[in-house]
């Protein structure tokens, strides 16, 4: 079965997977992912949420957060990939060693 983590009311449901996977479902009152229009958006796990941001835009993929999301426990950014889909990356939030984001 899915374990709920997190609802907040019309706008969203988390759930965790048996095998830890999350699954986020956006109801009709989320305007935050207004820009994922009708499309799944896969958010993968990273151990280096700002490591992981340097290098996609290293290779010229197009971050869509002006900065990285913290809450204190992940870490996460959104990013357009080559066939315009929005994927998200996600981590633990570590501090990124005084390094600046690219």
Same mark, same amino acid.
């Given at each position: 079965g899915l374990d709920v983590v997190r609802t907040? /009311?019309? !706008?969203?449901? !988390?759930f965790r997977l048996g095998d830890g996977t999350g699954l986020h479902v956006y109801g009709p009152a989320d305007t935050d992912h207004l820009e994922f /229009?009708? !499309?799944?958006?896969?958010g993968l796990w990273v151990d280096d949420v700002d490591e992981c941001r340097r290098r996609l835009a290293s290779f010229g993929i197009a +971050? +869509?957060?002006?900065?990285?999301? !913290?809450? /204190?426990?992940?870490?996460?950014?959104?990013?357009r990939g080559p066939d315009g889909s929005i994927g998200e +990356?996600? /981590?633990?939030d570590v501090p990124d060693a005084g390094?600046?984001?690219g």
């Open positions: 907040d /009311g019309e !706008r969203s449901v !988390r /229009g009708d !499309r799944v958006c896969v +971050i +869509i957060d002006d900065e990285t999301q !913290r809450d /204190g426990q992940e870490a996460w950014f959104h990013y +990356i996600l /981590g633990p390094q600046q984001e």
